[in-house]
């Protein structure tokens, strides 16, 4: 079995795109709480809400019962949707900055089904709570988004041809021929 390709990696592809897709999302969801009138953490607290109830996206302050918790389910979240976009990659043959995109936007959108599709309302995120469908969509998108930047940024582009090319045979290499250093 061939190894897979750098961005279908769990060494490579899968921290960096879990790393991006955590760090773009909580950027957008947050901007977009602000949009709102509401604090940076509130989607954070919200994703508590499987432990507190709908009350955890009305809960306005920052500690670690709220913030806290719902920042570890989100993180773990982006790494649980990045595993599946390496995943989806294993079977390529050759990466690519397209492959990426393709892979990354697909299990945001992905995500956005399973989650609030198939999801009982209890496991959602929660951004529903404090944000508007639009907020809730831009924080999907922006996971998607991050973890094709992370799987771009773990893609090794393929070498040029003359790299790989065996070199000429040297007179050391010969057999039969002496030589003498």
Same mark, same amino acid.
């Given at each position: 079995?061939?190894? =897979? ?8 592809? /899968?921290?960096?795109? *879990?790393?991006? %897709? ?7 969801? +947050? ?5 709102? +009138?509401?604090? #940076? /953490? ?6 508590? !809400? ?28 982006? #790494?649980? /949707? ?12 050759? *990466? ?5 995109? %393709? %892979?990354?936007?697909?299990? @945001?959108?992905?995500? @956005? ?11 959602? =995120?929660? /951004?529903?709570?404090?944000? =508007? ?5 831009? @924080?999907?998108? &922006?996971? *998607?988004?991050?973890?094709?930047? *992370? ?10 041809? !003359? ?8 007179? &050391?290499?010969?057999? @039969?021929?002496? !030589?003498?250093?």
């Amino acid at each position: 079995m061939t190894r =897979p390709i750098a961005m279908a990696r769990f060494d490579r592809g /899968w921290p960096l795109a *879990g790393a991006a %897709a955590t760090v773009l999302s909580v950027l957008v969801l +947050g901007l977009a709480a602000m949009a709102a +009138g509401l604090p #940076f /953490w509130m989607p954070l607290n919200a994703t508590s !809400h499987g432990l507190h109830g709908p009350e955890a996206g009305q809960f306005a302050g920052l500690d670690l019962a709220h913030t806290g918790v719902g920042a570890v389910i989100h993180v773990a979240a982006c #790494f649980f /949707w990045a595993a599946v976009a390496v995943l989806m990659l294993r079977a390529a043959e050759r *990466g690519s900055p397209m492959l990426a995109w %393709a %892979a990354g936007l697909a299990t @945001g959108a992905l995500a @956005g089904v399973v989650d609030y599709a198939l999801m009982p309302a209890r496991l959602t =995120p929660g /951004w529903e709570l404090v944000l =508007p469908a639009a907020g809730v969509m831009a @924080g999907l998108a &922006a996971m *998607g988004v991050g973890i094709a930047l *992370g799987l771009r940024a773990a893609h090794v582009p393929d070498a040029p041809a !003359h790299l790989h090319a065996t070199p000429p045979p040297t007179a &050391a290499d010969q057999p @039969g021929i002496v !030589h003498e250093d």
